[in-house]
């Protein structure tokens, strides 16, 4: 595996596992607990959701530059494949 699969694997990563963070981030941040009839309900945080869903932008954002990367690296722009032009 080459060196821009790795970076575009990691940024995959990184892009989905903030997006997923930012999108729960509501579920992470809530104090669940059991009501008499056997429901479910909770407060949320809401600075503890801020907290998740800063997180997640943050993760989201890593994953974009290195997809940017990676693909600037793929579309021919490194040092070693060099444009040569007419004439």
């Known amino acids: 595996m080459s060196r821009v699969e790795t970076v575009f694997l990691i940024g995959l990563v990184l892009a989905i596992a903030g997006v997923v963070l930012f999108v729960s981030s509501g579920s992470l941040a809530t104090h669940w607990q059991e009501e008499p009839s056997r429901a479910l309900g909770g407060m949320t945080d809401p ?22 990367m990676a693909a600037w690296r793929w579309l021919g722009n490194a040092p070693s494949r060099g444009r040569h032009g007419i004439g």
């Open 47 to 68: 600075d503890l959701r801020f907290s998740y869903r800063l997180g997640g932008a943050v993760l989201a954002v890593a994953g974009l530059v290195a997809l940017g």
